[in-house]
């Protein structure tokens, strides 16, 4: 089976091909694409195919897909020309005759009111609109993406948030990644939409109690308020489209629209997951130098 990872120079794709070898898969069955293909020479140095692939190009997808069984379709990061880009990929995977599509959407896609839900659902109504086979996996919040609260907090002593109480379940990439490898080599999960969870459900509080440990100080979670939080983002410099973004995503995590059942990426993988600490530790840990 040949699988093409799309968005393979960016860092989950860059794991899930670390996820697939490590699974046992040969290089020569993985197909690393990607807009540059200049930024995957080290992909390409471990015997693995690299083609030109841009969601926006349509004239990049076909040939990518020759010869393709399965494609982990990455959701694209240009917010309003997502739904369009999928298309273009999903109708040319279809028309390839590609047996798998993976395709990375978000928490309760299709249900949840936040800012990053439409674009998703839209998509995969996309894929059930087409019919291809596929399997959908809703990959929960990023541990990562907290790495930079908890940096400010060595500073401030401080973690801010509209959260509210709200309780996020999410996981590190590698293990996103490495559930998203499981899906693509393993039989049994086509027609699946898997909420794709850590182990772990954590607030904001929880948040500074790990910034506590990793930091040795005292970081406490100050909870604001929707106004409160404009405001500061406000001050800090940032427009309005971001802030109205920032705010109704805050505003649905204190919704609950992350808070999905736990468990969701060991039951794929068959280990746990990474702590929040652990998490956050590695994300924070200094760049290895290079030559």
Same mark, same amino acid.
């Given at each position: 089976m040949t699988i093409l990872v799309t968005a393979a120079s960016g860092?989950?794709?860059?794991?899930v091909i670390d996820a697939l070898l490590t699974r046992g898969a040969e290089p020569s069955? #993985?197909? +690393?694409?990607?807009?540059?293909t200049s930024k995957l020479a080290d992909v390409a140095a471990r015997g693995i195919r690299t083609v030109e692939l841009d969601y926006g190009k349509p004239e990049t997808i076909a040939p990518a897909l020759d010869g393709v069984d399965?494609?982990?379709l990455i959701s694209g990061s240009e917010v309003g020309q997502r739904i369009a880009q999928h298309r273009n990929v999903i109708e040319a995977a279809k028309?390839?005759?590609?047996?798998?599509?993976?395709?990375?959407?978000a928490p309760n896609a299709s249900t949840a009111d936040y800012p990053l839900a439409p674009e998703h659902a839209a998509t995969e109504a996309v894929i059930a609109e087409t019919? #291809?086979? +596929?399997?959908?996996v809703r990959n929960n919040w990023?541990?990562?993406n907290y790495a930079a609260d908890v940096a400010r907090s060595a500073e401030t002593g401080t973690v801010t948030s509209s959260t509210g109480e709200g309780r996020i379940v999410g996981a590190t990439r590698a293990d996103l990644a490495d559930a998203a490898a499981v899906v693509l080599l393993e039989d049994g999960h086509l027609g699946q939409v898997y909420e794709l969870s850590g182990d772990e459900a954590f607030s904001y509080a929880d948040l500074a109690a790990a910034a506590s440990d990793l930091l040795g100080r005292e970081v406490v979670y100050t909870p604001l308020t929707t106004e409160e939080q404009a405001a500061a983002?406000?001050? +800090?410099?940032?427009?309005a489209g971001t802030i109205g973004f920032v705010t109704s995503l805050d505003a649905g995590?204190?919704?609950?629209?992350?808070?999905v059942p736990t468990g969701g990426v060991s039951r794929l993988t068959g280990r746990p997951t990474t702590s929040l600490v652990d998490g956050l530790r590695a994300a924070l840990a200094p760049a290895p130098a290079t030559a």
């Open positions: 860092q989950l794709g860059r794991l069955s #993985i197909v +690393a694409g990607a807009r540059d399965a494609v982990l028309a390839a005759g590609v047996a798998k599509l993976v395709y990375t959407s019919g #291809i086979p +596929a399997v959908i990023y541990i990562e983002l406000e001050s +800090a410099g940032l427009d995590i204190r919704a609950g629209v992350l808070e």
